[in-house]
């Protein structure tokens, strides 16, 4: 990509953008891989040291903690440690900005091999840290920046927040579901979608209400949240948050709730329907193996779906009958054979207006940039 | 049957204070090394760890020098207020409109040269968070709200504010939705001193410490400044215009808190970003009182807590403590220093018969 560079900034991080396009498309897609195959290639590296065990850094941007967000990336990086030929650490509750900064440079300069970044936010930072160590390889989560020795990779969370909102559409008696979100940013909002969608696929009288808070992780303000869609009537509370706040407002009003990153079950044993989670060990692994083989490359953008197992649903509740189950589990057995079909039209906006006639599929830069709510949506996206 | 008491002492203990900061040091760093034993891991390997990450190599002295820049400035901008006894609870928010300001300078004027346009920066931050700051010096002296309350409150809509922005007018349009303005230009980034990771940030530090450190010294505001400390009735006793002192005290105490929001986009991050606000303004009363509201002491206690911030992620990463460590020792030490501002004025003595 650094073809792009001399093109003026604003062109330069446009063209980032349609190439990432052309990758992430390239996850699936034979046509696009050999579009792909035009752009400038990307050297793989070669592996360490055969007799060297290859050290590999997290970064995370919460407390490991006991379910959440880097709870979930932090089970992977144990699949990594547990390897025999790695050695691997973290750093919990970094902050985004400047800060990461220095703990990505800080594991550069002690020779690690690759380092992950698990968050949104360092972004920036690991692309700056990578120019400056070019032996050192770097992915990171969530963004859309990549270099010469930067990949970046997510998993397609909406696959199961598409499933999340078929239990909750089929569970739901006033049809309102209660929805606790975090940012309005492109991945909040595909999720709230896809939740909308597979909600509405089963139950078209259901709407989602959306609240923001803000925030990623305050136990306290989430749970509050919570407590204002149940006020509304709400019957099922579903988020986008790592506390398990929500989890909890819900059981004491005796509803159902959704979870997300982990089986949050634990913490709302009576109203946990099922969550939304990640499993990042399959992909954690693949990357350390081809940091081994030699074979890992920068520039990639990587987006797993469920058919690599990147994303999936927890185990039901007790609570959860037979009939919503097997609706649920028909849709997920296509999703696990590699058939996306949850943002296929027809589907409309909050206005009314048709976006994807039927049959049309979004596109993953559109996904990827997504700022407007579906039809079914009860709110807005500032 | 001997036993202590405690006894007032007749005058203040002299050099007590530099007595009671290494003693409640010592009693903070014991208690740390009974933490890890208890963790079952090393002391003697966390003090090593601990000592490499943080005095024991020249990275971690960078690092932790770059992250005490915004503790100091902001530290510095709320002891200004202190001293006058106005509450400034505000430099999160008036850190957050320097930052605006500065990023409407970059934004508006890209194309200026470097030399016109950092220090457009620096004024539209110094005028933004200085503004920001006489909004509740007016209501403290036209309503008699109290400006603790006021200057908390307008934190909160100084960093809505900020989010309105990066989500809103100012977002990049190529960041796929997410929350940030667009790179600013090469002319508005404020670069790094030779060949080190310290950005020219630091000479701001030291510039604004100096010159603060002169006009408490040298100036009659400066004395006035401080005897309108002992309260409004004995500055109006004194002739002193009280009102005017207020306004003064709050501009300079924001204008400080918006600089440190400045160097902090133009130096670190490139770009605005809700990201930005990492609670430097609250850390900044917490080191002004540890410091005594003097310029150098905050020096060196922002430099310790940023030594210490910096310190605890190596040990996380060689033996993987928790991050939650870290801000067990530096509530511990802060609080054995607050508690030890009380052998200031007793001391313990054996019970007499």
Known sequence: MNVFKSMGAKLAVFCLGAALTLSLAACGDQKAEQKAADKPAV???????????????????????????????????KAVAALPFVESSFVESVPEGADSERVITNMARKDFDLVFTTSFGYMDSTLKVAKEFPKVRFMHCSGFKTAENMSNY????????????????????????GYVAAFPIPEVIRGINAFTLGARSVNPQAQVRVVWTKTWYDPALEKDAAVSLLDVGADVIAQHQDSPGPQEAAQQRGVYSIGYNSDMSAFAP????????????????????????????G????????????????????????????????????????????????????????????GQKAPDADLLGMTWFVEGVVGTTE | MPALRVIKRDEPWRGGALA??????????????????????????????????????????????????????????????????????????????????????????????????????????????????????????????????????????????????VFGVWKD???????????????????????????????????????????FRFTLLGYELKAGGEGARVARYAGLPYGFLVGFVMTVSGALAGLAGCVETSAVLGRLQP????????????????????????????????????????????????????????GLILLSVLAGQFFQTFRLGRREG
């Open chain 1, 43 to 77: 050297e793989a590296k070669p592996a360490p040291a055969a007799d060297k065990k290859i050290k590999v850094g997290f970064v995370y941007v919460s407390p490991i903690g006991d379910a959440g967000y880097s709870y979930a990336h932090h089970q992977g990086q």
């Open chain 1, 154 to 177: 997510f998993g397609r969370m909406y696959q199961a927040r598409y499933l999340t909102g078929m239990v909750a559409g089929q569970m739901t008696k006033k049809n309102i579901l």
């Open chain 1, 270 to 297: 009576k109203a946990h329907l099922t969550a939304a989670v990640w499993n990042w060990a399959p992909l954690y692994v693949q990357t350390v193996e081809e940091v081994k083989n030699g074979t890992w490359k």
């Open chain 1, 299 to 358: 520039g990639q953008a990587i987006w797993w779906g469920m058919d690599k197992g990147v994303v999936d649903v927890a185990p039901y509740g007790p609570m959860v009958p037979d009939a919503v189950k097997a609706k649920v589990e028909a849709k997920r057995a296509e999703l696990k054979a590699g058939t996306d079909t949850v943002f296929v039209g027809p589907i409309k906006d909050q206005a009314g207006k048709e976006r994807y006639a039927a």
């Open chain 2, 20 to 165: 009671i900061v290494l003693g409640a040091l010592a009693f903070s760093l014991g208690a740390g090394i009974l933490m890890l034993a208890a963790q079952g891991k090393s002391p003697v390997q966390g003090a090593v760890v601990l000592w490499q990450g943080t005095f024991g190599n020249v990275f971690a002295l960078e690092d932790a020098l770059r992250k005490s820049v915004p503790i100091f400035l902001c530290s510095l901008g709320v002891a200004v207020a202190f001293r006058m006894q106005v509450w400034n609870i505000g430099a999160e928010g008036q850190f957050a409109l320097g930052a605006i300001g500065a990023t409407w300078a970059a934004l508006s004027f890209p194309g200026l040269p470097k030399i016109v346009l950092l220090p457009v920066m620096f004024l539209a931050a110094l005028l933004a968070g200085g503004l920001w700051a006489l909004i509740p010096a007016w209501l403290k002296l036209k309503l008699k709200v109290s400006e603790i309350i006021t200057t908390l409150m307008l934190n909160y809509i100084a960093i809505l504010l900020l989010d309105y922005l």
């Open chain 2, 173 to 215: 349009p190529t960041s796929f939705g997410f929350p940030m303005t667009p790179e600013f230009s090469p002319a508005a980034i404020l670069g790094p001193i030779g060949g080190t990771r310290l950005h020219w940030g630091f000479a701001v530090c030291l510039v604004a410490g100096v010159g603060l450190w002169a006009f």
């Open chain 2, 275 to 330: 990201s930005l606000m990492a609670g430097y303004g609250y850390t900044a009363i917490v080191v002004a009182w540890l410091a005594r509201l003097e310029p150098l002491p905050i020096a060196l206690a922002s430099f310790l807590l940023a030594v210490l911030r910096v310190g605890v992620e190596n040990l996380q990463l060689e033996m993987q403590i928790p991050a939650a460590y870290g801000m067990i020792m530096e």
